[in-house]
């Protein structure tokens, strides 16, 4: 029998002034075997509680924490409350001289065996979880006896604050063994603060330099000598990364399974489990893991929602889709540390599919990847798989799902790439797993069926799974990843990624050539010239982008003509030839359009140039910088700004994001702005009118452009906005919450009480009508325009597929010169929707600002059936009705905080829309007829829970 767990309790039927000296003074000992209960597994625990003295069991209660267990009630669904029977209760109960003995039961307060469903229980079980004191007393003589009870989500489940005590003692605990090396490091802090955690498993720390400054080095500069080296050396004579990661922290056992698997590692030599079959018993030791690997673990990237429980950080939106993107500092930290460690796998536990999904996914896939070396070869086109089964991600995620079953009580897994026909794709590197991808290694985004004990074994065993697969095919998989770099380097586009790069009919589309030879370019200019570059604020933070995930980046040293274009010297150069070009193209390039597929698991338009609106020149000329470059190595400073105005009067230039931000912080500091509604050559509709001392104390850290102002220009005062936003629809990130996070990046004032705004922007469709009545409103994306003609708030008419709430588009568009909304844009320019809809022909009184392109190629990138209708439509206009102003966008102006090329839009709308001079401009006319939708239906798979 296993040895009791007791606590004895002595209580004392106290000699004092209330009680006679006479009472006899008792121990009781109340004894069990195991003290937890579990919100996802039924228990029954055995206690006995010897009283020393006769008892009765109708004398007898029993307390759980502050409360008797008949107040344990279980979770209600209906009702969104606990008060159905109680969940925990004694059973069994007996005497035995003056023993007690019983049952502690508890069954599933929330009527399952996992808390994962949303949103109940997955956003209220921590509140059941603690240690709480269980007491058996004696009502009669008052005699009682208690033992601590611990209330788990299940085994091993870690909440926010016992994460970093477990890692300090494991940590402590491993190198306490003397032949392995560990190592904590934080890889930056979140906004709120907290560092993000990660744990270095190494044989020694000299193995971690090593790797670092010597194999990594010739990997990324000489891969094809390194090849050929590590083809004729031992395997263990070099060490490379195995990357764990978990993204989304209320997706527990991806936490967890980390932890247990360090724990493993800092007190076991030897890992026993069963192998590809149940019964099968494998044997990995950990002298061979560490003899062959370094082990990287980031417990979670995001432990602001650890903390909160919530899948999102603290600004609430998904850093699951930002890795691409990098506004967030969580995604910021990840992109620099993959490109620190560069690490052969990645994996990215998450949750919940309950077929246990392991990717590789469906097509399309990104074409910027070097698609066959990932899977291990080229696809055979009868079987869709990889040919002669080489080792790649298909045999590794097999060899992941095998494992993770043959442990637990699953008994199958699937492979998008095999199981779904499309709707799980790669097409969009904001997912954390995919973007490793772009780094060379083999990214997999591991998706456990549930929250509880069996998917944190699931995981676990996935991932010991992984280490076998490579352990076994290290070489080969290792080749394939410098093969990745040497293809980079010598700007090599291999034809064997086309078997990879199907088309919705099944056939073989390939790359996206055109009429070039090479999908890829020779170079990428970046001007830094005023005449040549319309935001060169972008270009800066492109560098710091670039360098922060590993691109290699240069300015010329001499002026260059291309194409009858002079670049003079100091322009930033972006050469292919280099072992991260795949990332750095897919940054710069034209994206596909991916309209023929039925299914698209987000957005996939990245194209950093056209949505953040700098200027970038495509060079096909292998020779034009050859010794004409040097390197950049850390990040440029923007410099100040040109403060050489005389005049009394400032035009603040509406044409990069920092005008906004010094324009909000003068308003929040009482100073007058105006917003100039006139134009000239060197000033446009929509600038901004300063007084120029005002401005100068402003100005620290920002680049402007600055224009002195005529002694007469007409302009309107700015009311200083203050902002009610509509509150998201979901407990998921929508734009709604992006919207917030943009507003706040630019320095707007948001206020929480409506009754306190004077504007309303709507980016989610949740608002009372009522409570509009006499507020003015911007309104943008199709969840607020259909809530708005949903509601009649405006007699609003609008297009979109029917489901297609997620159909996205990259647009060629045109703008209204004539109207401060949009008179700082080029009359044609680009628009972006990710929510699928376009408006058609207003009221005649309203002024439409921007449309879609009438040019029968007014659809560049994206992923949108059936678009044909969306030419020539309505994407703003501004209007004023029953003394209330509108503006309403069909441009998804800050979707995922990416669109930074259209912020100024929004801006204006803002500024204008207390004036009175609101609507203003000649107005575009939509001269292409309605059309009719094509498309009845399309797919879109929900966002949740990848």
């Given at each position: 029998?296993?040895?009791?767990?007791?606590?004895?309790?002595?209580?004392?039927?106290?000699?004092?002034?209330?009680?006679?000296?006479?009472?006899?003074?008792?121990?009781?000992?109340?004894?069990?075997?195991?003290?937890?209960?579990?919100?996802?597994?039924?228990?029954?625990?055995?206690?006995?509680?010897?009283?020393?003295?006769?008892?009765?069991?109708?004398?007898?209660?029993?307390?759980?924490?502050?409360?008797?267990l008949?107040?344990?009630?279980?979770?209600?669904?209906?009702?969104?409350?606990?008060?159905?029977k109680p969940?925990?209760?004694?059973?069994?109960?007996?005497?035995?001289?003056n023993?007690?003995?019983?049952?502690?039961?508890?069954?599933?307060?929330?009527?399952?065996?996992?808390?994962?469903?949303?949103p109940?229980?997955?956003?209220?079980?921590?509140?059941?979880?603690?240690?709480?004191?269980?007491?058996?007393?004696?009502?009669?003589?008052?005699a009682k006896?208690?033992?601590?009870?611990?209330?788990?989500?299940?085994?091993?489940?870690?909440?926010?604050?016992?994460?970093?005590?477990?890692?300090?003692?494991?940590?402590?605990?491993?190198?306490?063994?003397?032949?392995?090396?560990?190592k904590?490091?934080?890889?930056?802090?979140?906004?709120?603060?907290?560092?993000?955690?990660?744990?270095?498993?190494?044989?020694?720390?000299?193995?971690?330099?090593?790797?670092l400054?010597?194999?990594?080095?010739?990997?990324?500069?000489?891969?094809?000598?390194?090849?050929?080296?590590?083809?004729?050396?031992?395997?263990?004579?070099?060490?490379?990364?195995?990357?764990?990661?978990?993204?989304?922290?209320?997706?527990?056992?991806?936490?967890?399974a980390?932890?247990?698997?360090?724990?493993?590692?800092?007190?076991?030599?030897?890992?026993?489990?069963?192998g590809?079959?149940?019964?099968?018993?494998?044997r990995?030791?950990?002298?061979?893991?560490?003899?062959?690997?370094?082990?990287?673990?980031?417990?979670?990237?995001?432990?602001?929602?650890?903390?909160e429980?919530?899948?999102?950080?603290?600004?609430?939106?998904?850093i699951?889709?930002?890795?691409?993107?990098?506004?967030?500092?969580?995604?910021k930290?990840?992109?620099?540390?993959?490109?620190?460690?560069?690490?052969?796998?990645?994996?990215?536990?998450h949750?919940?599919?309950?077929?246990?999904?392991?990717?590789?996914?469906?097509?399309?896939?990104?074409?910027?990847?070097?698609?066959?070396?990932?899977?291990?070869?080229?696809?055979?086109?009868?079987?869709?798989?990889?040919?002669?089964?080489?080792?790649?991600?298909?045999?590794?995620?097999?060899?992941?799902?095998?494992?993770?079953?043959?442990?637990?009580?699953?008994?199958?897994?699937?492979?998008?790439?095999?199981?779904?026909?499309?709707?799980?794709?790669?097409?969009?590197?904001?997912?954390?797993?995919?973007?490793?991808?772009?780094?060379?290694?083999?990214?997999?985004?591991?998706?456990?069926?549930a929250?509880?004990?069996?998917?944190?074994?699931?995981?676990?065993?996935?991932?010991?799974?992984?280490?076998?697969?490579?352990?076994?095919?290290?070489?080969?998989?290792?080749?394939?990843?410098?093969?990745?770099?040497?293809?980079?380097i010598?700007?090599?586009?291999?034809?064997?990624?086309?078997?990879?790069?199907?088309?919705?009919?099944?056939?073989?589309?390939?790359?996206?050539?055109?009429?070039?030879?090479n999908?890829?370019?020779?170079?990428?200019?970046l001007?830094?010239?005023?005449?040549?570059?319309?935001?060169?604020?972008?270009?800066?933070?492109m560098i710091?982008?670039?360098?922060?995930?590993?691109?290699?980046?240069?300015?010329?040293?001499i002026?260059?003509?291309?194409?009858?274009?002079?670049?003079?010297?100091?322009?930033?150069?972006?050469?292919?030839?280099?072992?991260?070009?795949?990332?750095?193209?897919v940054?710069?390039y034209?994206?596909?359009?991916?309209?023929d597929?039925?299914?698209?698991?987000?957005?996939?338009?990245?194209?950093?140039?056209?949505?953040?609106?700098?200027?970038?020149?495509?060079?096909?000329?292998?020779?034009?910088?050859?010794?004409k470059?040097?390197?950049?190595?850390?990040?440029?400073?923007k410099?100040?700004?040109?403060?050489?105005?005389?005049?009394?009067?400032v035009?603040?230039?509406?044409?990069?994001?920092?005008?906004?931000?010094?324009?909000?912080?003068?308003?929040a500091?009482?100073?007058?702005?105006?917003?100039?509604?006139e134009s000239?050559?060197?000033i446009?509709?929509?600038?901004?009118?300063?007084?120029?001392?005002?401005?100068?104390?402003?100005?620290?850290?920002?680049?402007?452009?600055?224009?002195?102002?005529?002694?007469?220009?007409?302009?309107?005062?700015?009311?200083?906005?203050?902002?009610?936003?509509?509150?998201?629809?979901?407990?998921?990130?929508?734009?709604?919450?992006?919207t917030?996070?943009?507003l706040?990046?630019?320095?707007?004032?948001?206020?929480?009480?409506i009754?306190?705004?004077?504007?309303?922007v709507?980016?989610?469709?949740?608002?009372?009508?009522?409570?509009?009545?006499?507020k003015?409103?911007?309104?943008?994306g199709?969840?607020?325009?259909?809530?708005?003609?949903?509601?009649?708030?405006?007699?609003?008419e609008?297009?979109?597929?029917?489901?297609?709430?997620?159909?996205?588009?990259?647009?060629?568009?045109?703008?209204?010169l004539?109207?401060?909304?949009s008179?700082?844009?080029?009359?044609?320019?680009?628009a972006?929707?990710?929510?699928?809809?376009?408006?058609?022909?207003?009221?005649?009184?309203?002024?439409i600002?921007?449309?879609?392109?009438d040019?029968?190629?007014?659809?560049?990138?994206?992923?949108?059936?059936?678009?044909?209708?969306?030419?020539?439509?309505?994407?703003?206009?501004?209007?004023?009705?029953?003394?209330?102003?509108?503006?309403?966008?069909?441009?998804?102006?800050?979707?995922?905080?990416?669109?930074?090329?259209?912020?100024?839009?929004?801006?204006?709308?803002?500024?204008?829309?207390?004036?009175?001079?609101?609507?203003?401009?000649?107005?575009?006319?939509v001269?292409?007829?309605?059309?009719?939708?094509?498309?009845?239906?399309?797919?879109?798979?929900t966002?949740?829970?990848?």
């Amino acid at each position: 029998m296993k040895k009791l767990i007791k606590l004895l309790v002595t209580f004392l039927l106290t000699l004092t002034l209330l009680v006679p000296s006479s009472l006899s003074i008792y121990a009781q000992t109340l004894s069990m075997e195991d003290t937890h209960l579990s919100l996802t597994e039924k228990k029954s625990l055995d206690f006995e509680v010897d009283f020393k003295e006769e008892i009765s069991l109708d004398q007898l209660s029993f307390s759980l924490g502050d409360k008797p267990l008949s107040e344990w009630k279980a979770f209600n669904m209906e009702t969104e409350a606990y008060d159905l029977k109680p969940w925990i209760r004694v059973e069994d109960l007996s005497i035995d001289g003056n023993v007690l003995k019983g049952k502690l039961v508890n069954s599933l307060p929330y009527g399952l065996d996992a808390t994962d469903l949303r949103p109940y229980p997955r956003w209220t079980f921590e509140e059941l979880l603690g240690t709480y004191p269980l007491v058996v007393k004696d009502e009669g003589s008052g005699a009682k006896a208690s033992i601590d009870i611990e209330i788990q989500n299940y085994t091993g489940f870690h909440k926010y604050e016992e994460i970093q005590p477990d890692l300090d003692a494991l940590i402590a605990a491993g190198n306490e063994k003397g032949d392995r090396f560990f190592k904590y490091e934080s890889i930056g802090q979140t906004d709120e603060g907290r560092e993000i955690p990660m744990v270095i498993v190494a044989k020694n720390e000299e193995t971690i330099d090593h790797y670092l400054n010597n194999t990594l080095t010739e990997a990324l500069n000489d891969p094809a000598k390194l090849s050929e080296k590590i083809a004729q050396d031992d395997p263990t004579s070099y060490q490379v990364p195995i990357f764990i990661n978990n993204t989304h922290p209320d997706e527990s056992p991806g936490i967890d399974a980390q932890i247990d698997l360090l724990k493993d590692l800092s007190t076991k030599d030897e890992f026993i489990f069963n192998g590809q079959e149940k019964d099968s018993l494998e044997r990995l030791k950990v002298s061979d893991v560490l003899d062959n690997f370094i082990l990287i673990f980031c417990v979670t990237l995001n432990p602001d929602g650890k903390a909160e429980n919530q899948r999102e950080n603290s600004h609430k939106l998904d850093i699951n889709r930002d890795n691409i993107y990098q506004t967030q500092a969580e995604t910021k930290a990840m992109s620099a540390t993959l490109a620190k460690y560069n690490p052969l796998t990645f994996i990215d536990l998450h949750g919940f599919v309950p077929e246990f999904l392991i990717e590789p996914t469906t097509p399309p896939h990104e074409p910027n990847f070097e698609y066959d070396l990932l899977m291990g070869g080229e696809m055979d086109p009868d079987t869709k798989d990889v040919v002669d089964d080489k080792p790649g991600a298909i045999g590794h995620a097999r060899a992941m799902g095998d494992v993770g079953i043959a442990n637990s009580d699953y008994t199958s897994y699937i492979i998008p790439m095999f199981d779904y026909g499309d709707g799980w794709d790669d097409a969009f590197l904001g997912y954390t797993a995919v973007f490793s991808l772009i780094h060379g290694a083999l990214g997999h985004t591991v998706e456990i069926p549930a929250q509880n004990q069996q998917s944190l074994l699931a995981a676990k065993h996935a991932v010991l799974g992984s280490i076998k697969y490579v352990l076994d095919n290290k070489t080969a998989l290792y080749q394939n990843q410098l093969e990745i770099f040497r293809r980079g380097i010598e700007n090599e586009d291999n034809k064997a990624v086309d078997s990879w790069l199907v088309k919705a009919d099944g056939s073989v589309g390939g790359r996206p050539r055109g009429e070039n030879d090479n999908f890829f370019p020779d170079y990428y200019i970046l001007p830094m010239d005023k005449s040549l570059q319309k935001n060169v604020n972008e270009v800066y933070d492109m560098i710091s982008y670039f360098l922060r995930n590993g691109v290699k980046v240069y300015q010329s040293d001499i002026e260059v003509t291309y194409k009858d274009i002079t670049y003079p010297a100091g322009s930033i150069v972006i050469p292919m030839n280099q072992a991260k070009r795949s990332l750095a193209n897919v940054s710069l390039y034209q994206g596909t359009d991916e309209s023929d597929w039925g299914a698209m698991y987000a957005e996939i338009v990245l194209n950093y140039p056209k949505l953040h609106g700098f200027d970038s020149v495509e060079v096909r000329q292998a020779d034009l910088f050859a010794d004409k470059l040097t390197e950049i190595t850390e990040p440029l400073s923007k410099p100040a700004t040109d403060q050489n105005i005389e005049s009394d009067q400032v035009v603040i230039k509406a044409n990069n994001n920092d005008a906004l931000i010094l324009v909000n912080k003068m308003l929040a500091d009482g100073k007058e702005i105006q917003i100039v509604n006139e134009s000239s050559d060197e000033i446009a509709m929509g600038d901004y009118l300063a007084n120029t001392e005002d401005m100068k104390g402003y100005l620290e850290g920002l680049l402007v452009n600055l224009v002195e102002s005529p002694d007469s220009i007409k302009a309107t005062k700015v009311e200083p906005p203050k902002i009610y936003l509509t509150p998201s629809s979901s407990n998921y990130a929508e734009l709604a919450d992006e919207t917030r996070f943009v507003l706040n990046q630019l320095g707007f004032t948001i206020v929480e009480d409506i009754k306190d705004a004077n504007v309303v922007v709507d980016s989610s469709g949740v608002f009372e009508k009522d409570a509009l009545k006499d507020k003015n409103y911007i309104g943008i994306g199709s969840m607020a325009l259909q809530a708005v003609k949903d509601q009649a708030l405006y007699p609003l008419e609008i297009q979109m597929n029917e489901d297609g709430g997620g159909n996205e588009g990259l647009l060629k568009a045109n703008y209204d010169l004539t109207n401060p909304i949009s008179g700082s844009y080029q009359s044609d320019d680009i628009a972006y929707v990710s929510s699928g809809s376009v408006m058609n022909q207003p009221r005649p009184e309203a002024k439409i600002f921007a449309k879609v392109a009438d040019d029968d190629d007014f659809y560049l990138e994206g992923w949108w059936p059936g678009h044909d209708f969306v030419q020539g439509q309505v994407l703003g206009f501004a209007d004023s009705m029953e003394d209330q102003n509108f503006v309403f966008f069909s441009t998804d102006v800050t979707n995922k905080a990416h669109t930074r090329h259209l912020y100024r839009l929004l801006a204006n709308a803002i500024y204008s829309i207390n004036s009175e001079k609101f609507i203003e401009g000649e107005g575009l006319k939509v001269s292409v007829p309605k059309k009719e939708i094509q498309v009845e239906t399309t797919e879109e798979t929900t966002e949740e829970p990848r």
